[in-house]
């Protein structure tokens, strides 16, 4: 850690996003309305210790027995008329995507909101190859036509406020400025509804992959992932190995879970089972349905007795919320696809811990991510797990080593603590806090006397 570029950059956009204090100020905002929602959805349950254990137990279990898991869904899957790709990586992923484009001629494509086409690039990919990528849902909207980042796992537009996004709207389409959310939303939908019919395929991602019906379950809020699966001709899903439920009628903690932790609904308002092509007779719905499975890492923290649990995420974006850390530099400083708590967990093990290793050091270790999470996922344990694993493996940072060492040495030297000039003492921290400590911070002093001789004293 530290030593590498990457942990350059996410220091540095740290302190930017620490310093722009309207940022914060909306994220402040978004929230604090999130808190009251989702103390209304959690007052829902009168058993919610129960609901989280079992959907704990169900990701686990198929986590645990993800191969055959794999093979059964694969089986009902194909047998319901769909077609799977595997994809050891992102860019397996990317290169069946672009055979797939061409073989069909496709040039528009609609998407709705999916993190495992930002995890794998696919926007950047596919706009490079000429193709039309229009996103759907509307947080989505509004960042890809600001040119942005996804800044939230569930509410991608959480930095922007009412007025940025008519702003938006006027500067890059031409809508009438001042314009009211309800205005937004109408805009937008007549925006996106010509936009359906004229792409030849539709990519969505997959909340839940059902391994006993073969079925992959989405849900959303605006309708608009419903018409990108059933219009255009083709419906690409793509998954994550991770995706994985045993069964059916599981859905029936998950999605109230799901909902409750990620808006505080008590059922998100569009829940769709695909289970296959549009077949003989019937009226919607698209001409073929493909899947591709991605890897891309998952494997890697599969293997991992320890962190393995990580992987029964259901990207509610609980844990983003509750995180002092992510409250304070919010989604785009990560510089990943997946923020707070469980980006912190997942990123080094998908992406290296060469370059990421740092994210699981970016926490206080306070532990509320545990308490919110809906499948009870240890997290900040497992933070510790990743730091073991970082300076077991080589992956630490020099600097901190030291300073590690000096402190230890410090700490352990009665003499040294217990040296008569304080500002000898407050001179030498400074010097040596300098650059984590940060300019905009005014660092505490040292007491006059330590503990020690205060306490002698008294007594
Ligand atoms: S780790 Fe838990 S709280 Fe965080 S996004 Fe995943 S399911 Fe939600």
Redesign the pocket.
């Known amino acids: 850690m530290g030593s590498n570029q990457k942990f350059k950059e996410f220091v540095m956009r740290t302190a930017e996003s620490v310093a722009d204090l309207s940022q914060r100020e909306k994220v402040a905002y978004a929230i604090d309305k999130y808190e009251e929602s989702f103390a209304t959805g959690l007052s829902r349950y009168s058993k919610l210790t129960v609901a989280r254990q079992r959907a704990g137990y169900l990701k686990n279990k198929a986590l645990n027995e993800l191969d055959r898991y794999l093979i059964e869904f694969e089986d009902n899957f194909t047998s319901n008329g769909g077609k799977i790709i595997w994809a050891r990586d992102a860019e397996e992923a990317r290169d069946e995507i672009a055979k797939m484009i061409k073989k069909r001629g496709v040039s528009k494509v609609v998407k709705s909101k999916s993190m495992i086409t930002e995890e794998i690039h696919l926007n950047e990919f596919l706009i490079n190859k000429g193709i039309d990528v229009c996103e759907t849902d509307l947080g989505e909207f509004i960042v890809q036509l600001a040119g942005d980042k996804t800044f939230h ?1 569930v509410t991608p537009a959480m930095h922007f406020s009412k007025k940025d996004v008519s702003t938006l709207y006027a500067e890059k389409l031409s809508a009438p400025e001042n314009f009211t959310p309800e205005e937004i939303t109408q805009f937008t939908r007549n925006h996106l509804r010509p936009k359906f019919a004229e792409a030849q395929m539709g990519i969505t991602g997959a909340n839940f992959l059902i391994s006993d019906m073969g079925g992959v379950a989405i849900t959303e809020n605006e309708g608009n992932g419903l018409l990108t699966m059933s219009v255009p001709k083709t419906h690409l899903v793509i998954a994550g190995i991770d995706k994985l439920i045993p069964s059916l009628e599981n859905l029936d903690v998950f999605w109230p879970l799901l909902a409750s ?2 808006t505080g609904q008590s059922v998100t308002a569009y829940n769709s089972i695909i289970t296959g092509p549009r077949k003989e007779g019937e009226f919607g719905g698209p001409e073929e349905v493909i899947l591709i499975l991605i890897d891309n890492g998952r494997t890697n923290i599969l293997a991992q007795e320890k962190q393995r649990q ?1 992987l ?9 919320n ?1 995180c002092p850390v992510y409250k304070l530099i919010g989604g785009k400083a990560y510089g990943t696809t997946y923020q ?3 980006g912190a ?1 997942l990123t080094p093990f998908l992406l290296g811990f060469d370059e990421y290793s740092h994210l699981s050091f970016a926490s206080s270790l306070c532990g509320k ?1 545990d308490t ?4 009870i ?1 240890p ?1 900040h344990n497992m933070l510790i797990y990743n730091r073991n694993y970082a300076i077991k493996n080589g992956f630490k940072a020099i600097s901190n080593t030291r300073r590690v060492k000096w402190f230890t040495k410090v700490s352990s030297s009665r003499k040294l603590l217990d040296l008569p000039s304080s500002s000898l003492k407050n001179m030498i921290v400074g010097q040596i806090m300098k650059k984590s400590w940060g300019k905009e911070r005014e660092m505490p002093k040292l007491a006059e006397k330590s503990f020690n001789q205060q306490y002698k004293e008294r007594n």
Do not use: D, N, Y
């Not at 029964?312 to 983003?320: F, P, T, V, W």
């Not at 919110?372 to 499948?375: A, H, K, L, S, Y």
């Open positions: 796992i932790h990620g990580a029964s995420c259901i990207k509610c974006g609980a844990c983003l509750a707070g708590p469980i967990v991510c919110v999470c809906p499948v996922i997290l």
